[in-house]
């Protein structure tokens, strides 16, 4: 399948043109970001552990080149290391608060259940994809993220790694609101974007298999966690933006739409359904070059027989001058299944000190309560924590 999918790319844009213009030079783009978080928790009332001193890593190569045909062949390699909280390995986790092993939603892949967590750091090859881009879109395969979480619009959040919604780096262990349509993480895939046209841009992304466990999603089914697999995933996204010329409020909208087909793990097979869905919808305005509000919904079928739906939301209110950064994001996830809400707000202030350094410093407060659960642990169940979260980035771009 892999093999026929690329074929195809190449076949499309045909022989003669990619043996044009060879001989021109590729413009080659490297870089290095690394980002270091660290907390001061305030009141903890959380069993869960939480984690100071994380820290991610990326390293990056992109080349391209324009053929004289016009048609721009190339490909995109990175490779990221981290230091995650235990909790939450690549982005996932049980919430420990049972001996038995429960059936971890297709999506959320939250349960209770004893923690299966790695210690200390990860590195994984993230993404190396090859694309060749013509003037009826692009056309990529290999290791990328899906159209749905790429035509994603809303975050404005001041903070990158330690953000209140689809953290890469949780200090606290109780992030669980998500908002981030990535259903199949870095598996390998093939995806068409067209061309923006009226300031609209769509997008498919086809993944056979979801197997390959990135840093922030493990999309291998795993019947030690109760995690079941995905395979014939498709993914549709659309994405708008457009400047009003009279007031220049700038509009941004994405919508994204994920199906598959659910592969029951070995002893939770009566516990799943055959598919899993989807939905995400986000937009975001700007206006006077400094505002910016933003706001994001996602909606999930769980796949689980006995029913439940995960669903959360997230707004924001940013605010940008020169060097300076600020957010106020709230935002808000339930989980039926397991009787699950949970709900955060993060106040956040950044700094560029260099074209290369930035500093964010931001307070942050969560909870996550539980209702119930048949034949699990006895509840209700209440973990709260808050305190302020410091993050250091570094980008070099050459």
Known sequence: MRTL??????????????????????????????????????????????????????LGVAAEQTLSSGITIGGRFVVR????????????????????????????????????????????????YLFIETGYGEFSFGRDTGVAARFQEGDVSALGSARLVDPY?????????????????????????????LGVRAGLSYTPEADIRGLDK????????????????????????????????????????VTGEVDAPFGFEADFDDRMDVVFVGGEVEWSDHYR???????????????G?????????????????????WGQAELDSLGMDSEGLS????????ENVAISVAYQDRSLDLAGYAGQTALPYTQSRDGIVMEITLKLEK
């Open 309 to 329: 739906d995960y669903s959360a939301w997230s707004a924001g209110l940013g605010y940008q001058r020169g060097d300076w950064d600020a957010s106020l994001v």
């Open 5 to 58: 999918s690329l074929s195809l790319v190449l076949i499309g844009a045909g022989p003669a043109a990619l043996a044009q213009g060879m001989n021109s030079p590729w413009e080659v783009e490297t870089s290095l970001d690394m980002t270091v978080v660290a907390a001061a928790p305030g009141e903890d009332e959380a069993s869960l552990p939480d984690q100071n001193g994380l820290w991610e890593t990326s």
């Open 218 to 257: 493990d999309a291998t089914g795993d019947p030690r966690a109760g995690r079941a697999g995905l395979e014939n995933v498709v993914e549709l996204g659309l994405n708008a933006s457009r400047r009003l010329r009279e007031s220049g409020v700038r509009l941004r909208a994405g919508l994204g739409y």
């Open 293 to 307: 509000f933003g706001v994001n919904w996602l909606s999930a079928d769980e796949s689980l027989a006995a029913g």
């Open 169 to 197: 780096l949780d200090t606290s262990g109780l992030a669980v609101i998500s908002t981030r349509p990535d259903v199949t993480g870095p598996s390998h895939k093939f995806t068409y974007t067209s061309p923006r046209l």
């Open 347 to 354: 106040v956040a202030v950044r700094r560029a000190i260099s």
């Open 81 to 128: 290391g981290a230091r995650d909280n235990p909790a939450r390995p690549a982005g996932t986790g049980n919430l420990g608060l049972a001996s038995m092993q429960g059936p971890a939603g297709a999506w959320s892949q939250v349960a209770l259940g004893p923690q299966f967590a790695d210690q200390g750091a990860r590195a994984s090859l993230e993404t190396a």
